[in-house]
């Protein structure tokens, strides 16, 4: 087991994955930019080092920032969290070069799953049901004429896409131009490769996302589904778990169905194999995540399973010490994304309390939220024995929560957990888009 690893991220995560560290009696490594001087994640560290300017590309992005303060405090492993580098195929295998273990999948996964394209046409051979679509277009041209054949409408999505960058809807054909050219443009800023693809834009839909962990001897456990639809932007607001709208018997289809994307791909470590489900209760391969999700929390809650636990462990070599058949979801847990609407100082600051609830955060009365970053504060996590008294005690929750001086979005949170949609399980993809308008 290692005896000391870096946290290569921030905020939040940092703090979870420093927390299970500590009960694991792991040292830490805490790396922050300048703009981070003063976050909590410094503070709970063993030892914490400055890597740049407070800008991504400077601090958090800067694989050999990170890799040299990995070095010099002599960390044997490096846990990315999420965004910044954790889906990053160089970073993971510069790690490899300089014989420090990256906590994650390797760099020739995360490579095979990145590329959305290659990644489809693996869950193709494989059996797994996707999405009708096309491979990788030369031109908005070639584009104009698979969505004849497809029918409109449509989606452009970026092949090495992800958080909702790079995907246009496309309803008609007089649209397409532009919208290939603007997502292949996002797409190429944001990830360094503007290629596109079409699929059939489905809808209404579910999208669903199944947890699984893998061990380096070949075993591979699903840790259920969750239930993702709620967003905006393309950004999740709400999950839960288990969803509202599979039965047990898609519930066993989807973890068989993830189970076979994941050894096709050769999968090692956590990751999460996400689905568009319809009305039908079919469902279709959307992406795989190479990494720790976000709304992780809700699956451990249901499950039992320390996630972040088991990544370290897996890295280490640990085999899996329960099979599919240890896991049973039981009980309802629901996970509220609480975001931040523009810079300001945490005048006053409250979190709510009680059983089997607790406010994911790193910020701390005082404390002055950069305007570098992400804007999520903190995520509102509860759980209890059935869905309804989850609901009503994530609205205790939420109504309790305060967060001063920074304007966030605990109002509109409260008005979505109290919407008859929500509270029915019947909602979609679609939801923010008539939100407000009943």
């Known amino acids: 087991m290692f005896t000391k690893i870096l946290i290569a991220n921030r ?9 299970a560290c500590k009960e694991m009696g792991i040292s830490t490594v805490a790396v922050y930019s300048e703009a981070d001087r003063e976050s909590l994640h410094v503070a709970l560290a063993d030892q914490a080092i400055c890597i740049g300017g407070p800008k991504a590309e400077d601090s958090y992005l800067n694989g050999p920032r990170i890799l040299s303060a990995a070095m010099y405090t002599g960390a044997q492993a490096i846990h990315p969290g999420y965004g910044f580098l954790a889906e ?31 990644a489809r046409r693996l869950m193709k051979e494989n059996g797994v049901p996707t999405t009708p679509g096309t491979d990788i277009l030369r031109d908005s041209q070639e584009a104009l004429k698979a969505a004849e054949e497809i029918g409109y409408p449509v989606l452009l999505k970026a092949s090495a896409g992800g958080g909702g960058k790079g995907i246009r809807l496309v ?22 490769d503007g290629r596109m693809y079409l699929e059939k834009y489905l809808h209404p839909v579910k999208h669903i996302e199944v947890q699984l962990l893998a061990d380096e001897a070949g075993h591979i456990v699903c840790l259920g589904e969750r239930e993702c639809s709620i967003q905006k932007n393309n950004q999740k607001l709400i999950e839960e778990s288990p969803s509202p709208g599979v039965s047990p018997e898609t519930r066993q289809k989807l973890m068989e169905t993830a189970t076979r994307a994941a050894r096709a791909a050769g999968y090692v470590n ?11 209760g079919d469902f279709y391969f959307m992406e795989m995540n190479t990494r720790l999700q976000v709304e992780h929390p809700v699956s451990e ?20 010490d329960f099979t599919q058949e240890d896991i049973h979801v039981q009980g309802a847990a629901i996970e509220c994304r609480i975001n931040a609407l523009g810079p300001g100082k945490v005048d006053f600051f409250h979190t709510p309390g009680g059983p089997w609830v607790r406010f994911d955060t790193f910020l701390y009365q005082g404390y002055e939220i950069p305007p570098y970053y992400d804007s999520m504060l903190g995520k509102m996590i509860v759980y209890s024995s059935t869905r309804e008294e989850a609901i009503r005690k994530m609205l ?10 920074a304007k966030n979005n605990i109002e509109t949170q409260i008005e979505i957990i109290r919407d008859k949609r929500f509270k029915n399980g019947d909602y979609y993809t679609d939801f923010m888009k008539d939100f407000g308008k009943r």
């Open 88 to 118: 990053n195929r160089d970073f993971a295998d510069q790690c490899q070069r300089m014989g420090i273990k990256f906590i994650g999948p390797g760099a020739e996964i995360i490579a095979k799953m990145g590329d959305k394209d290659a």
């Open 396 to 405: 205790s929750a939420l109504s309790e929560l305060v967060v001063d001086g």
């Open 301 to 320: 809650l249901v499950t039992g399973v320390d996630i972040v636990k088991w990544q370290i462990r897996i890295a280490a070599g640990v085999e899996l």
């Open 270 to 280: 956590a990751g999460t194999v996400e689905f568009l489900m319809d009305k039908n």
């Open 11 to 19: 905020g939040e995560i940092a703090i979870r994955i420093i927390r």
């Open 171 to 192: 309803e008609q054909p007089q649209d397409m131009e532009r919208a290939f050219e603007t997502a292949s443009s996002e797409a190429l800023k944001a990830f360094g």
